[in-house]
């Protein structure tokens, strides 16, 4: 029988390339997502397009326990992706977010434990665990923020630089990574909890409050300006979502050694870009000017982020495959096919999806 997974939030940017994965590798997908984050059942229709009923779906919350359970209960491995995830959002509405992001993912805890043969769980935290990193000593270089600190130059942030939970998004997330964690101390759970950065890729229907990366391209192509909070000199580590998927599976593939472990993923220091960077790419990318407005820094924005991903290089051999320039770019192809050919000029979407699974390949562990 083939190897059965669930991916809550699977409807949504990270967990539709996920599944695409899977499904193209002849494993069972079932994808539980309440459809809340607008566009993504564009996502559900693109899984089956390509797979038919093999895509299974089922329209639920993860604040529903009985969902939850009825959904683990058929599966060999969870990868627990829904969340409420925009610190924007979580600013205005904390009780929800709370309730989505931690008390959601003990459900996915709680059912997960009480199975006879518990799956494995693979938990999607946040680089806003490490809060707004105050503490660095930076400097502003023409490529943006930088540390002082020449290790820290070199190789990013460690799992082992200290929690600061900041804003109700980094507190959720930062409460459910911990218990999933604790619950492989606790229960001898094999759950695995990956901290990322900056993902970005096709699938993402990036807006201003979450997945600026797509966001900015969104807006150059329908020739529209975009607000940089802060001065732009932000530097992040971007990683292509092909790579991500690849990172999952070969931690799944290495559960003996995974198992009980954090990791920081992200493109690390050789994807490492800042947003005026970004925004300079983009206007080359897609031959608008993209005109920008500056506002105040967004509560708890870190000035520089770069993950470093030794540990799980150590661990399973995963590395980030594809460049900035090559993600971008596949991103700008897949967002072209989607906006109106009266504002720019229409990219087939086979040419972009035979691409993806050529670097897919490439991701590969
Ligand atoms: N994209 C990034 O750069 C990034 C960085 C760090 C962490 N993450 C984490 O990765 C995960 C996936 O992020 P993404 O970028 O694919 O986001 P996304 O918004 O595209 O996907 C999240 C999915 O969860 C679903 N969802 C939301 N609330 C739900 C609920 N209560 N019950 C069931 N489904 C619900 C949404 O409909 C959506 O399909 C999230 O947990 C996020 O916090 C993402």
């Known amino acids: 029988m083939s190897t059965s997974n669930l991916i809550t939030g699977g409807a949504g940017f990270i967990g539709a390339n996920l599944a695409q994965r899977l499904?193209?590798?002849?494993?069972?997908?079932?994808i539980l997502d309440n459809l809340s984050r607008p566009n993504v059942e564009q996502n559900v229709a693109w899984l089956r397009q390509q797979f038919g009923e093999h895509a299974e779906l089922r329209v639920a919350d993860v604040r529903d326990l009985a969902a939850v359970r009825d959904c683990v209960r058929q599966v060999d491995h969870v990868f627990h992706l829904a969340a409420q995830v925009a610190v924007t959002t979580s600013l205005?509405?904390?009780?929800?977010?709370?309730?989505v992001?931690?008390?959601?993912?003990?459900?996915?805890?709680?059912a997960v434990r009480t199975q006879p043969k518990p799956p494995s769980l693979f938990f999607t935290s946040t680089n806003k665990v490490y809060g707004e990193l105050a503490r660095l000593s930076l400097s502003a270089t023409p490529r943006g923020y930088l540390p002082m600190a020449a290790d820290l130059s070199e190789h990013g942030v460690r799992e082992d630089a200290p929690l600061d939970f900041h804003s109700p998004y980094g507190c959720s997330k930062g409460c459910a990574d911990q218990y999933v964690l604790d619950h492989a101390r606790?229960?001898?759970?094999?759950?695995?909890?990956?901290?990322?950065s900056c993902i970005y890729g096709p699938r993402q229907f990036g807006t201003e409050d979450q997945g600026w990366v797509a966001h900015f391209m969104l807006q150059a192509l329908q020739q529209q300006p975009v607000t940089v909070y802060g001065d732009g000199q932000q530097t992040r580590d971007l990683l292509f979502v092909?790579?991500?998927?690849?990172?999952?599976?070969?931690?799944?593939?290495?559960?003996?050694?995974?198992?009980?472990?954090?990791?920081?993923?992200?493109?690390?220091?050789?994807?490492?870009?800042?947003?005026?960077?970004?925004?300079?790419r983009t206007r080359r990318l897609t031959g608008w000017h993209l005109p920008v407005q500056f506002a105040d820094?967004?509560?708890?924005?870190?000035?520089?982020?770069?993950?470093d991903h030794r540990k799980l290089t150590r661990l399973t051999g995963w590395q980030p495959r594809v460049t900035v320039t090559e993600g971008l770019g596949l991103l700008h192809e897949w967002l072209s096919s989607l906006v109106p050919p009266s504002q720019t000029q229409p990219v087939a979407q086979g040419r972009s999806e035979a691409r993806m699974e050529g670097l897919a390949q490439r991701a590969a562990p």
Not at 23 to 30: D, N, T
Not at 186 to 196: A, E, K, N
């Open 23 to 30: 499904l193209s590798q002849g494993e069972r997908v079932l």
């Open 92 to 99: 205005a509405a904390p009780l929800e977010d709370f309730d």
């Open 101 to 110: 992001n931690a008390r959601g993912t003990l459900h996915v805890l709680e």
């Open 186 to 196: 606790c229960f001898g759970l094999r759950s695995v909890v990956f901290r990322m």
């Open 242 to 280: 092909a790579d991500l998927v690849s990172a999952f599976l070969a931690a799944r593939s290495r559960l003996d050694v995974c198992a009980g472990q954090v990791f920081n993923v992200g493109g690390g220091p050789r994807n490492f870009s800042s947003v005026l960077d970004v925004l300079e």
């Open 297 to 307: 820094w967004r509560t708890g924005d870190q000035r520089y982020y770069v993950s």
